[in-house]
């Protein structure tokens, strides 16, 4: 398994992008989901970043599937929009903590039994829908 990016990491530039900020202050659906953003502004190795009910929410992509996850570290409450996603890890700057974000699981430290929290999320006519728990 490759390891975690890490800050002193000598990995391509291709790894680290700018986050994307969207905000909706929308009511959910019938089904709970909230409207975000059309589902080609959601990239793999990019992280876009929307405020549902002040929940800051990271969406991503990988290997087709969509992502979503709280923006905030269950380490230490740091943003991820300071951190790194390769792949399906997203790494956190504070600590270096990383996660998978296809189940949540820690990847480093193994001895932590820290959890990503992960929101339901899926594509309506374009859109990409989030559910808040």
Same mark, same amino acid.
């Given at each position: 398994? $490759?390891?975690? *990016?890490? =800050?002193?990491?000598?990995? &391509? @530039?291709?790894?680290? %992008? $700018?986050?994307? *900020?969207? =905000?909706?202050?929308?009511? &959910? @659906?019938?089904?709970? %989901?909230?409207?975000?953003?059309?589902?080609?502004?959601?990239?793999? @190795?990019?992280?876009?970043?929307?405020?549902?009910?002040?929940?800051?929410?990271?969406?991503?992509?990988?290997?087709?599937?969509?992502?979503?996850?709280?923006?905030?570290?269950?380490?230490?409450?740091?943003?991820?929009?300071?951190?790194?996603?390769?792949?399906?890890?997203?790494?956190?700057?504070?600590?270096?903590?990383?996660?998978?974000?296809?189940?949540?699981?820690?990847?480093?430290?193994?001895?932590?039994?820290?959890?990503?929290?992960?929101?339901?999320?899926?594509?309506?006519?374009?859109?990409?829908?989030?559910?808040?728990?």
């Amino acid at each position: 398994m $490759d390891s975690c *990016l890490r =800050r002193n990491d000598t990995q &391509p @530039d291709q790894y680290y %992008y $700018d986050m994307h *900020l969207f =905000r909706s202050k929308a009511t &959910p @659906d019938a089904e709970g %989901y909230f409207t975000t953003v059309p589902a080609d502004a959601v990239q793999a @190795d990019q992280m876009t970043a929307v405020t549902l009910n002040g929940h800051k929410i990271i969406l991503t992509s990988w290997e087709g599937e969509l992502y979503a996850f709280s923006a905030e570290c269950p380490h230490a409450s740091t943003d991820f929009a300071k951190g790194w996603l390769s792949r399906y890890k997203v790494t956190c700057a504070d600590h270096e903590y990383c996660w998978d974000i296809r189940n949540g699981r820690i990847l480093w430290p193994e001895d932590e039994n820290y959890r990503l929290k992960k929101y339901p999320v899926k594509v309506e006519a374009g859109i990409v829908k989030v559910k808040l728990d």
